[in-house]
T-cell receptor
């Protein structure tokens, strides 16, 4: 069983829809990361959080430490949001990240 | 700041050939990482370095070697390429996990081994 599980694997939405991507983990963590990868592109860090909620523009990330679960929300989705979204966790005392397999989001106009 | 850069962006090798991928960062980061990304799998750590002159094995180190002779550079070598090493390779760097766990990624190198 992977230590970091994402759902869904693939997600197709219409422009303007509210999007939720989920991430569950089975280990103790120091921080959880949400990353974005556009087709053929590099990987960009969106959020790093260890509690509560963070917001940047139309993107919101939440984490529930007790339930070992995080969600990434996109409000008013746009075709340019089409990308793979990757969840990763840092474990306390470790310099390494553990990655989920990613969620491929396609937003149609 | 260029951030994290990788050279080359694309490469095609024949089985048995060797090559070196170069990663450079201009953020004075202590930690550097090499990952590979394959379809249907998460990013997997190949090797990493916690400072100049140090290297350590990650999750999938076999068939690869690394060197960190200068703080800003992290080299990944394939001595005898195999088709199983066809992948997209990403380099990343970070300050120090005791200060920040955030990693900064390069643009990737797409390697095909025929």
């Amino acid at each position: 069983k992977n230590e970091v599980e994402q759902s869904p694997q693939n997600l197709t939405a219409q422009e303007g829809e509210f999007i939720t991507i989920n991430c569950s983990y089975s280990v103790g963590i120091s921080a959880l990361h949400w990353l974005q990868q556009h087709p053929g592109g590099g990987i960009v860090s969106l959020f790093m959080l260890s509690s509560g909620k963070k917001k940047h523009g139309r993107l919101i990330a939440t984490i529930n430490i007790q339930e070992k679960h995080s969600s990434l929300h996109i409000t008013a989705s746009h075709p340019r949001d089409s990308a793979v979204y990757i969840c990763a966790v840092s474990q306390g005392g470790s310099e390494k990240l553990v990655f989920g397999k990613g969620t491929k989001l396609t937003v149609n106009p | 700041n260029a951030g994290v850069t990788q050279t080359p962006k694309f490469r095609v090798l024949k089985t048995g050939q060797s090559m070196t991928l170069l990663c450079a960062q201009d953020m004075n980061h202590e930690y550097m990482y090499w990952y590979r990304q394959d379809p249907g799998m998460g990013l997997r750590l190949i090797h990493y370095s916690v400072g100049e002159g140090t290297t350590a094995k990650g999750e999938v180190p076999d068939g690869y070697n690394v060197s960190r002779l200068k703080k800003q550079n992290f080299l990944l070598g394939l001595e005898s390429a195999a088709p199983s090493q066809t992948s997209v390779y990403f380099c990343a760097s970070s300050i120090d996990p005791r200060r920040s766990y955030e990693q900064y990624f390069g643009p990737g190198t797409r390697l095909t081994v025929t």
